[in-house]
């Protein structure tokens, strides 16, 4: 590894613009005309809409524009979709209820949009939004997934029967039964996943703008896949053609998932342009953002895990109902069936597994992927389970995982999927060393001395990342292709553009991309440039999520190098009149290997621009395209320790100490994936301890903002220990496995087992907040 | 935020006469009344600013008689060395408000005039015993907190400061709402010339109180273990989805417990 | 409406905003100084912190015609020409930022903190003062990290400057 190379702890190149001010975002857009965009939303969770009367409106200062649902659907803008099609068991479709951008007779959660109001300021959109009448005749809501099952739940879409979308299976049901009837134990949990608002801290944006002269689009958006966005609103949407849309993705303030999926506001900000005749910009406030960003998690399960008499597990039977919220948003069925059922095996050896989802519509905000998406769910669910084994079992957490590790590779799970390497006990070994897990007993005693409860916890976690071979992914229902796509554009000069279709929001792309072009060719990475987030610019792309930008988007930018490389040692050999076989390239230069003889690396550059002297028939020119298709998912996977300090007196949790110990294969920039752990931790702590999303029985959001949803602060954390022990994964060009996640995977079901652990209960429900923690003390005491 | 008209006073004889312009309210540091004009909850017509009124500023110690201006921030009074000397718990309480940066704005008169049942002034200046002086009159703490967001000031009085004797002894324990950190109970005790006085905030159905119970087992013994035992009723509490009222009533004794022991110290 | 002029970042600037606009409104859409953020309506995530007459506030929490008359720093000034501050530059260097929205308002508390604490900072102070931000991205871990550097390089800065 050179100093900028792969391997290198490279400061960031985008940090310049971020830490002077001068990073831009979807707001600090301004175009000229533009005018500001307020929605009107729905204060209900479920109504009919029986008149909107916006002639007040209409009349208000600077009123541009009032727009409904009626026009836009005469206009002819379509339905939004969930693009990933689920069979339930009996063969029948998902059920899929109507989703109007703009609500016109019906609206199903409270922040439902109804009306757009175009005015000169932000300030007098609102007001005028203020002054739209809308006449309700309030229906019965249901927000808690298990209810809306009742016989006496409303029915909120006529699509879904009993708001049922799918039931839908995956594994040996007939297996997992006869080993549990034949298990020397069985150890049962109910196991509910808190719903979660994933909280970018750039709340989501769009500024539509329509130029009428060339009939043409342009919507800058905070979006994590601009190119899926406009595939999705011109295909789907009947926005724009795709050549008559540009969606622009400019610095993006974090998407943890959120931002994956197009919403409304972009679809109408782009039609109320060409409908008003000004460019028109929304902003979400925060309480907006709580109210219609796509929620996460939100999972009520049943568990049996099977032992045999040495403690093996001999089956696994999952029953889950998943809320989906009002609306099925774009991934929303995935999340709960193959990225999370399919990974119910963890990192252990089980024969049987059976799990069985409902997933179910709800008056509350749509539900999709969030940071990890569906595999905290399965590891939650697992590793608190395997804890819940060892208390049940008398056998130390450890020893138990261990026990039930899979040791060799490729290992083939009873759910679909094919594990190609890892090694777990490394993993386990060094968190526990890190963790002073030996030690943990005689710091249990000394804070029993000053009155407090200690309690210690790990979780064993695996995911699978490097979303995805489109085959596999096609053929389990899903409308996209998850390949992922590069262009590296050797300049004249010999600096480099490299176009992604991943897109950074936050992941530092400019930089480890960049370190990866240093380390074939040896160009500065200041002379490199990382090209994303614009469809205008990059070639078709898929985008940033499911830890993907690594293990797939670097390995489209490693095959089209390869290219580069051939075609680059092809015009050095014939300027050195050498042969092609013995060109390296070294120290930016291409050489003769044995030899002096070399050419510079900008002056190979330059001969193929000025094509004065080149191989016969090569044409000019050196730019290179690639598109990789993943043969298989990647396994990240590792073990977290967590150990917890309790005052029972308050029921406060201080996490005293946080071990991450993770397998994610070969590491571009070690400092970017270190910091992606410490995210992820936050946010699985945040999960854990401090985040709970409430709706009160009517469908009101009780936690629509920081005064009462509790996003974890600094003083609410600790500093982390992490490491990795890295196993390459086989399955792509560069071992890399792939780091977003893990952390948010990994680290709720640490801390619950370390909470549990501390008080001697055998569960506590999540956020596990101080007054949950002192009730779940006192309880003991009666 | 609705419009609205903006006037700064230049003296407090200024102010009043802007007071009665319209649906007018006072701003002084404006870290609540903003955020509630920001969501649109509240919607004043104008604004009378005081926050340049010099009369309005300064903390005065003269031995153990300590007059704090109104518009002194939280931040002076959480940094000024002789109310640190003369009453250290008032100074440690303004540096646990908010945060930094709301306690460079936030003022005391600001605070108090409000009366949020979760703000920690409303507990420090009952427990103190302490006098609201205002434009026309003097209140004592015991009358000035009426309720939820409601205090003794009429139409055209301006709290212009706040006077008190520093107490023997003194602390403020608080625990936070973790979302808002605010408090869900804050116990200021107060060791002064005529006993003991303890005054919760955060926890109270009609927002700030004293506690009899608290107070009476401190009476004879200000010791934290006096508190054993000590049982706080809970059908005056509030609950809401961070903490319950049962939850309130045990903070509140052990909040006065680790008051008491800081006081102590 | 009313007339508004202030120093931001050491230039005299003047304008006409609504008595209803906010500072950082007015920061952002009169005077095109994007760097600061909104990322909350409740005055708790600190992305919109800057310095007004000295002080880190809240600049969604203040009226623009509330600071007519002041002195403002925002991220843009911070820097002394091409030099990049000591915070800004420990930022950088211990990966204090991800997605960059939290890190104007974090820098300009840090800053803020850092002043306040010439004798110094410690891991549980710095955690405790960054209560008004809030960052998504990083676990507050490198961000602590990186103001505990840059109190560190300040000191040595203010002591080289006392010798």
């Not at chain 1, 932000?122 to 016989?151: F, G, H």
């Not at chain 1, 977003?740 to 995977?745: M, S, V």
């Amino acid at each position: 590894m050179g100093i900028e190379g792969v391997g290198a702890r490279v400061a960031r190149k985008e940090d310049k613009r971020f830490i002077t001010g001068a990073g831009r975002y979807v707001d600090d857009m301004v175009v000229p005309g533009m005018k500001h965009a307020a929605f009107v939303r729905s204060p209900h969770a479920h109504a009919e809409i029986k008149k909107i009367d916006i002639k007040k409106a209409q009349a208000m200062p600077g009123v541009i524009g009032v727009l409904t649902g009626e026009e836009l659907k005469a206009d002819g803008i379509g339905n939004l979709i969930c693009g990933w099609m689920i069979h339930s068991k009996d063969g029948s479709p998902m059920k899929m209820g109507a989703w109007s951008p703009l609500a016109f007779d019906r609206v199903r959660y409270v922040g439902d949009a109804v009306v757009i109001v175009v005015a000169e300021t932000k300030s007098q959109a609102r007001d005028a939004a203020e002054a739209v009448d809308i006449t309700y005749k309030e229906l019965k809501a249901v927000v808690d997934a298990p209810k809306a099952l009742e016989r006496s739940a409303p029915q909120i879409h006529p699509e879904a029967e009993g708001n049922l979308i799918f039931d839908w299976e995956l594994g040996d049901s007939m297996a997992t039964n006869a080993a549990i009837k034949a298990a020397a134990h069985v150890t049962r949990m109910k196991i509910v996943n808190n719903r979660l608002v994933p909280n970018a801290m750039e709340p989501r944006a769009a500024l539509g703008y329509y130029d009428k002269a060339e009939d043409h689009y342009t919507c800058w958006t905070t979006s994590q896949n601009p190119h899926l966005a406009r595939l999705v609103m011109s295909a789907f949407y009947n926005v724009a053609p795709e050549n008559k849309l540009r969606v622009i993705a400019p610095d993006v303030g974090g998407g943890f998932g959120s931002k994956i999926y197009i919403y409304p506001e972009e679809i109408i900000c782009l039609w109320a342009s060409k409908k008003t005749g000004v460019p028109v910009k929304w902003v979400a406030d925060r309480t907006e953002s709580f109210l219609t960003d796509a929620h996460g998690r939100d999972h009520v399960s049943t568990v049996e895990m099977a032992f045999d008499k040495d403690n093996r597990i001999t089956g696994l039977k999952v029953d889950t109902i998943a809320n989906l919220g009002a609306y099925m948003s774009l991934f929303s069925s995935c999340v709960p069936t193959y990225l999370y059922a399919t990974l119910l095996s963890g990192q252990y050896d089980i024969p049987a597994i059976h799990a069985n989802v409902r997933a179910v519509y709800t008056n509350t905000a749509p539900v999709d992927a969030y940071r990890g998406a569906g595999r905290p769910e399965a590891t939650y669910l697992l590793e608190r389970t395997m804890e819940t084994a060892a208390r049940e079992l008398g056998v130390s957490p450890a020893e138990l995982r261990r026990k039930n590790f899979i040791t060799s590779f490729p290992h083939q799970t009873p759910v679909i999927m094919n594990y190609d390497a890892g090694d777990y006990a490394a993993s386990l070994d060094a968190a526990m060393t890190a963790a002073d897990y030996a030690g943990f007993a005689q710091r249990k005693a000394a804070a029993k001395a000053k009155g407090k409860l200690r309690g210690i916890g790990m979780s064993c976690y695996i995911e699978a990342c490097g979303l995805a071979p489109s085959a596999a992914v096609g053929s389990l229902g899903a409308g996209i292709g998850l390949w992922e796509s590069a262009e590296v554009r050797v300049n004249a000069a010999g600096t480099i553009e490299v176009l992604t279709g991943s897109h950074s929001h936050g992941q530092g792309h400019e930089t480890t991309f960049a370190q990866l072009v240093n380390q074939r060719f040896g160009v500065p990475i200041d002379s490199v440039s990382i090209v994303h987030g614009d469809t205008d610019k990059v070639q078709m792309g898929m985008g940033t999520y499911g830890s993907r930008s690594g293990a797939v988007g670097m390995s489209a930018i490693v095959k089209a190098l390869d290219k580069v490389e051939a075609k680059a040692k092809k015009i050095a050999a014939h300027l050195l009149e050498a042969d092609e076989g013995d060109i390296v390239i070294e120290n930016g230069a291409l050489k003769v290997t044995g030899t002096d003889r070399q050419v510079p690396w900008f002056q190979m550059a330059l001969a193929a621009y000025t094509a004065h002297n080149l191989p016969d028939s090569m044409e000019p020119g050196l730019k290179e395209t690639a598109f990789y298709d993943p043969s298989n998912f990647t396994f990240p996977a590792g073990c977290y320790v967590c150990e917890v300090e309790i005052d029972p007196e308050t029921g406060v949790t201080e996490i005293v100490q946080f071990v991450a110990a993770d397998d994610f294969g070969n590491i571009i920039n070690p400092m970017i994936v270190e910091g992606q752990v410490h995210g992820g931790v936050a946010q699985g702590i945040g999960q854990a301890l401090l985040e709970g999303t409430r709706y009160d029985a009517s469908g009101q959001l009780l936690t629509a903002s920081y005064m009462d949803y509790t996003m974890p602060r600094a003083d609410d954390l600790p500093s982390f220990k992490v490491s990795t022990s890295n196993t390459p994964c086989p399955g792509n060009p560069l071992g890399i496995k792939g780091c977003g996640e893990a952390g948010a995977i990994g680290s709720p079901p640490a801390v619950i087992n370390a909470i549990t652990d501390a008080i001697g209960i055998t569960d506590i429900a999540m956020p596990a907040s101080p007054s949950t923690v002192w009730a779940a003390i006192r309880a003991t005491k009666h | 935020m609705y419009s609205v008209n903006y006037h700064r006073a230049a003296s407090v004889a200024d102010a009043v006469k802007l007071l009665e312009t319209g649906d007018a309210k006072l701003l002084s540091g404006g870290m609540t009344l903003i955020p509630a004009m920001k969501t649109r909850l509240a919607a004043p017509s104008d604004l009378v600013d005081l926050s340049h009124i010099e009369e309005l500023k300064g903390i005065e110690v003269a031995g153990s008689a300590i007059t704090i201006r109104a518009s002194t921030t939280h931040y002076d009074v959480a940094r000024d060395e002789r109310l640190k000397t003369a009453c250290p718990a008032l100074a440690r309480m303004a540096s646990l408000i908010g945060d930094p940066a709301v306690r460079y704005k936030g003022t005391i008169g600001g605070s108090i005039a409000n009366n949020d049942p979760a703000a920690d002034y409303p507990a420090a200046l009952l427990a103190l015993d302490a006098t609201i002086v205002t434009n026309k009159r003097e209140i004592a703490a015991d009358a000035f907190f009426t309720g939820l967001f409601e205090t003794a000031l009429e139409d055209g009085e301006i709290v212009t400061a706040v006077t008190f004797t520093a107490p023997a002894k003194a602390a403020y324990e608080k625990f936070r709402n973790p979302a808002s950190r605010y408090a869900i109970v804050g116990v200021f005790v107060a060791k002064g010339a005529d006993g003991i006085r303890v005054a919760v905030t955060g926890a109270g159905d009609n927002g700030v109180f004293r506690s009899k119970e608290i107070e009476a087992a401190l009476a004879t013994n200000f010791d934290a273990a006096a508190l054993n035992g000590v049982k706080v009723p809970a059908n005056e509490l509030m609950t809401d989805i961070h903490a319950s009222a049962d939850y309130r009533a045990n903070l509140i004794v052990v909040m006065a417990k680790r008051a008491v022991a800081a006081a102590n110290a | 409406m009313s007339d508004i002029s202030l120093t931001v970042n050491g230039k005299r600037v003047s304008g006409t905003a609504e008595d209803r606009t906010l500072l950082v409104h007015f920061l952002r859409e009169n005077l095109g100084l994007t760097g600061t953020h909104v990322g909350c309506d409740t005055s708790q995530c600190g992305a919109c912190v800057i310095h007004v007459d000295g002080k880190a506030v809240k600049s969604c929490t203040m009226l623009a015609v509330q600071a007519s008359g002041s002195n403002v720093v925002t991220i843009e000034g911070l820097a002394d020409g091409a030099d990049l501050h000591p915070v800004q530059a420990a930022f950088k260097e211990h990966h204090g930022l991800q997605c960059g929205f939290c890190t104007p308002g974090m820098i300009m508390t840090a800053t803020d903190m850092i002043n306040r604490h010439p004798e110094g900072l410690n891991e549980a102070t710095v955690r405790a003062e960054l209560e008004g931000n809030i960052c998504r991205c990083t676990g507050y871990h490198n961000i602590v990290k990186a103001i505990l550097a840059a109190s560190e390089t300040m000191s040595k800065g203010r002591a080289r400057q006392a010798a």
